[in-house]
């Protein structure tokens, strides 16, 4: 099990798992942002698009751990 921290519109929130679980996921499951909608699932539908980084990512399909801040 490894966590994380995740900086979301400026407030920063660690995140208990990052291994094999989805932006989605992270976002709604674990930091309660339930902005980001659960659609089809295959990263066609943009119901679960977010920003990031100011680029429009589909969260259903990408890994937490590729958008973390590995400074």
């Known amino acids: 099990m490894t966590s994380a921290k995740l900086s979301v519109n400026g407030t920063e929130y660690t995140l ?39 680029r429009p990512t589909t969260s259903c399909v990408t890994p937490v751990a590729s958008v973390l801040d590995n400074r």
């Open 16 to 54: 208990p798992e990052v291994d094999g679980v989805t932006l989605q996921f992270a976002l709604r499951d674990d930091l309660g942002l339930t902005g980001t909608k659960f659609g089809c699932g295959m990263s066609q539908c943009g119901a679960c698009m977010v920003l990031v980084d100011g």
